[in-house]
């Protein structure tokens, strides 16, 4: 089970670093592993789309992935990569945040399952509150050494002035304690010895690692760690951000439309890498969509699956149709009828950036001259005269369809009963918004 496992995930290039013997422990039967999930925000992105997909691989193949929610941690803040200390969240906030990324992550996997392997949610803010900081330095704090914990990448970068740091809290520095004190709560509790996660977490979670063994004095406890890389992109460029921010998991912070979108627009060598990570594909479907994808590269053949497949897992298969549809629509032989079928979300995000004019509803009941609708009303020409030059070299469509000077638009030409779109030639694009 296990080397199938590993294996698994080595093809797919998401193992970095691994401890020694966890490929063993795998192999002996269902093992219980957790990542740590950091309520930074009330959704998540597209990074942690790596570590949702890593519990779902370990799902199935019949080990018991725990999600941790860092209700407690996330009071905290990690360290791990930042050159600054991060703003404390107040509890509110941190109670919003919590419960928006358990919503995310319950779309993935289903914690009311009642197999043997079944996923669990938890929150180590449950353990933590009572925890008095007597207790912790006593019973926690006394068990690794400063030595340890200096040692550690994430800490030494901080206090060695790198990457423009000026220092490190001591809240900031028992980050990697109470990180460790999960694991070591999960493996009592729930017999949990794996822990996973971003490579930039391996200092944490060895961390973890060792204090299991430490609390557990004269007795026989082993524990695992195993990172995948960061997801890098081939130009340099921060995988996960568009010109518009953070692609989300939740439609309300990134639209179906723009998510497919992020991933339809990759590189030719990311999509090829991606498609291993973010997708459940079988290695001799990706090995052929590869070779068709590279003997006709102008197809987008890897693309359009891997956006697809993504779309899909994150989505559905309805919500990848509309986006797909959507962004064929501009080609589509029958757009006047396939554009109705948008809603009004997908429809903006396909004309985002084109220019806009509002003309009050009430005037298509009597029709807008063309001239007017291209000049005076919306200003998309500089003139009368302008607008009437291009309609008579027949360069204006209306949805798409050629119009001349005599047009009248009228509330059948509404998409939706609120939209007009003009195009000037192939390359420019209005819209009329009827108010």
Request: proline residues 3%; glycine residues 8%.
């Amino acid at each position: 089970m296990s080397k199938t496992l590993v294996n698994e995930l080595r093809w797919r290039g998401m193992v970095h670093d691994i401890m020694p013997g966890t490929e063993e422990q795998l192999s002996k039967g269902m093992t219980t592993a957790y990542i740590g999930f950091d309520p930074t925000s009330d959704s998540l992105h597209i990074g942690s789309l790596v570590p949702i997909i890593l519990l779902v691989h370990l799902e199935r193949f019949g080990h018991k992935p725990i999600a941790l929610v860092g209700g407690a941690t996330g009071m905290i803040g990690d360290p791990s990569g930042k050159s600054d200390e991060r703003n404390l969240l107040d509890e509110a906030a941190l109670a919003k945040n919590v419960a928006g990324i358990k919503g995310v992550l319950s779309r993935f996997l289903d914690f009311n399952s009642e197999a043997p392997n079944a996923p669990v949610l938890v929150n180590n803010y449950d353990w933590m509150k009572d925890f008095s900081f007597i207790d912790f330095a006593r019973d926690v704090g006394k068990r690794i050494t400063v030595n340890y914990m200096m040692a550690k990448d994430s800490v030494k970068k901080r206090f060695s002035g790198e990457e423009g740091s000026a220092g490190m809290s001591f809240t900031e520095f028992t980050y990697q304690l109470i990180q460790g004190y999960d694991f070591y709560h999960l493996y009592k509790t729930y017999n949990c010895v794996l822990q996973m996660g971003g490579s930039d977490q391996w200092g944490n979670i060895t961390t973890g690692t060792e204090l299991v063994r430490r609390m557990h004095v004269g007795e026989e406890a082993k524990a695992y760690a195993m990172t995948c890389p960061l997801i890098t992109k081939a130009d340099g460029s921060k995988f996960g951000k568009s010109e518009g921010g953070n692609i989300w998991l939740d439609a309300d912070k990134t639209s179906v439309y723009k998510f497919y979108q992020f991933w339809l627009n990759t590189s030719d060598e990311d999509a090829e890498k991606y498609i291993k990570i973010f997708t459940f594909l079988d290695q001799a479907t990706i090995e052929e969509l590869v070779k068709a994808h590279n003997e006709a590269p102008h197809l987008r053949l890897l693309q359009k699956r891997l956006a697809e497949e993504v779309t899909t897992f994150v989505h559905s298969k309805a919500d990848f149709e509309v986006a797909e549809r959507a962004s064929n629509i501009l080609f589509s032989k029958t757009f006047k009828d396939d554009i109705r079928t948008l809603d009004e979300t997908t429809f903006l995000d396909v004309f985002e950036g084109v220019p806009q004019a509002e003309i009050p509803l009430s005037e298509f009941a009597e029709g807008v001259d063309m001239i007017a609708a291209l000049s005076a009303k919306t200003n998309f020409l500089d003139s009368n005269g302008e607008a009437r030059r291009a309609l008579k070299e027949n360069s204006i469509s209306v949805n798409k369809e050629k119009v001349g000077e005599s047009y009248v638009l009228t509330a059948d030409d509404l998409i939706n009963n609120r939209y007009i779109i003009i195009n000037r030639g192939k390359k420019k694009t209005y819209i009329i918004k009827a108010i």
